[in-house]
C-alpha cells in the first residue's frame, strides 16, 4: 500500500443532504418522512498529484486534514486516475488522483490522534 502525506490538491466535503426541490415533487407522506430526516454523515473526495503513477488496482493511504487545524483523517482505498499534466519545475508528468469516502455521522468529529500531518505519521 502506498502513503500519500502531500500533494493534496482539493479536497471537498458533501454533507447529506436532501435538495429543498425534491420535496416539492415529493407526495405529502414522502415528503414529511425527508424532511423529517436527519443527515447521516458526510461525503469527502480527496484529489491528490504524485510524480509517479499509482499501480493499477493498489491501494493507497491518504492522509488530510480539512480544516487545516492539525486534525487528521485517513482515507484508504484504489484511486481513479483524473489526467496528466506536464510539470513546470522539473521534466516528467504529474498523475491527478480522486479517492471518496463516507464518513458517517457518529465518525464525523474522530480524528487520527496524535498524527503529525506534515510528516504523514505519528512523531517518533
Not at 424532511?35 to 493498489?58: D, K, M
Not at 480539512?66 to 508528468?93: F, S, Y
Not at 490522534?113 to 505519528?122: E, H, K, Q, T, V
Amino acid at each position: 500500500m502506498t502513503d500519500v502525506t502531500d500533494g493534496v490538491t482539493s479536497i471537498e466535503v458533501a454533507p447529506d443532504e436532501i435538495p429543498f426541490s425534491w420535496l416539492n415533487f415529493a407526495s405529502t407522506t414522502l415528503r414529511g418522512r425527508l424532511a423529517a430526516r436527519h443527515p447521516t454523515g458526510a461525503r469527502v473526495t480527496v484529489e491528490f498529484a504524485r510524480s509517479a503513477p499509482v499501480s493499477v488496482n493498489s491501494y493507497v493511504r491518504v492522509y488530510y486534514d480539512i480544516a487545516e487545524n492539525d486534525e487528521v483523517r485517513e482515507i484508504v482505498g484504489i484511486p481513479q486516475l483524473t489526467h496528466t499534466t506536464v510539470r513546470q519545475d522539473r521534466p516528467g508528468l504529474a498523475y491527478h488522483y480522486r479517492l471518496s469516502h463516507w464518513i458517517a455521522a457518529p465518525l464525523v468529529m474522530r480524528f487520527i490522534p496524535g498524527m503529525d500531518p506534515a510528516i504523514g505519521r505519528l512523531p517518533s
